[in-house]
């Protein structure tokens, strides 16, 4: 059965204070993993699909990293309005393209 | 582009009744969308699949009689929580994968929608 367990739970940063979060996965044949951004009240955003190890995509202050057991997700110069929930998900072979999300870590920006 | 909408927004209903939430992809034809639960505090859960023109199939411990799917076209996907009751009270959210080549296992989720039952 595939795993996704991500850490810390919760995160504070100091505006600037870089951090990386960590996604360890569990899956018997990775076809994609996932990173989202979500917001209170609202669906995941769309952030990163990462799809072999080795693999490395940036996106502003985001850069997401990913191993054969794991991936980061590396926040440089963290802004108040990078504050949300991010999400980490794996597909796949075997799971018909649904995703298999982690519980998220909350991360909270501040001034 | 790759937009999913919902609606509605939110839907406060009395125990006992049935209550609809429709799915669209509006800017693309979505070969597969999904349906999710989000718990406060808690994570997305998957509740079903569903392919246009066929059933759809549903995760362990989701009844198929409780919440009805319908995949009535490429781009449209309705939930229907029937009999609806308070424990039913949650955050659906869909999500829809474009049809296109190459890019298969990518997914685009709607706002969702806040459903309180009374």
């Known amino acids: 059965e595939d795993q996704v367990t991500q850490s810390p739970e919760a995160l504070r940063l100091q505006e600037g204070e870089s951090s990386s979060l960590n996604c360890s996965y569990t899956?018997?044949?990775?076809?994609?993993l996932f990173w989202y951004r979500q917001d209170p009240g609202k669906g995941p955003e769309f952030l990163f699909t990462?799809?072999?190890a080795g693999e490395e995509k940036e996106k502003e202050r985001l850069k997401a990293t990913l191993t054969k057991k794991e991936s980061f997700l590396h926040i440089t110069a963290p802004k108040p309005e990078d504050s949300a929930t991010y999400l980490c998900?794996?597909?796949?072979?075997?799971?018909?393209?649904?995703?298999?999300f982690g519980k998220g870590t909350s991360l909270l920006v501040t001034p | 582009g790759a937009v999913v909408s919902q609606h509605p927004s939110r839907v406060i209903c009395k125990s006992g009744t049935s209550v609809k939430i429709e799915c669209r992809s509006l800017?693309?034809?979505?070969?597969?969308m999904f349906w999710y639960r989000q718990f406060p505090k808690q994570s997305l859960m998957l509740m079903a699949t569903?392919?246009?023109?066929?059933?759809?199939?549903?995760e362990q411990g989701v009844e198929k009689d409780k919440f009805l799917i319908n995949h009535a076209s490429l781009t449209l996907s309705t939930l229907t929580v029937t009999s609806a009751h308070p424990e039913d009270s949650s955050f659906y959210i869909c999500?829809?994968?474009?049809?296109?080549?190459?890019?298969?296992?990518?997914?685009?989720f709607g706002p969702g929608t806040r459903l309180t039952v009374l």
């Open positions: 899956v018997s044949g990775l076809r994609g």
């Open positions: 999500s829809a994968t474009p049809r296109r080549a190459g890019t298969y296992n990518e997914q685009f």
């Open positions: 998900a794996v597909q796949g072979v075997d799971s018909g393209y649904a995703l298999n």
């Open positions: 800017d693309f034809q979505a070969t597969t």
């Open positions: 569903s392919n246009e023109g066929s059933k759809a199939t549903y």
């Open positions: 990462l799809y072999s």
